[in-house]
């Protein structure tokens, strides 16, 4: 049998090439505030992109996205504006 491994232990084998000039995630704190949905952004995201702040906003961590959009299925409209990288950048899969 083989062995598939953890969701961490599999996250580690993607490659990245960021783009150091733009972030393609942007989170309306407003939004958030409003809504209270800072920790399902958190708790669902399986890249830990998103981390609650201290002072209740989320902050991103756009570097480790897997552009798999469930942030944008689970927000409100309007807490997160998502857009693929710019041509050459994002998430480059080693596996699968």
């Known amino acids: 049998m083989v062995r598939l491994g953890t969701v961490p232990e599999r996250l580690a084998g993607n490659h990245y090439e960021l783009d150091e000039a733009e972030s393609h995630i942007e989170v309306d704190q407003d939004v958030v505030r409003r809504t209270g949905c800072g ?26 996205c897997l552009e798999c959009g469930t942030c944008l ?7 997160v504006t998502w857009h693929y990288p710019r041509g050459g950048c994002g998430v480059a899969f080693r596996e699968g």
């Open 39 to 64: 920790p399902t952004l958190v708790a669902i995201c399986s890249a830990h992109v998103y981390r609650l702040e201290d002072d209740g906003s989320v902050g991103v961590e756009y570097a480790a």
């Open 73 to 79: 299925a689970v927000a409100p409209a309007g807490a």
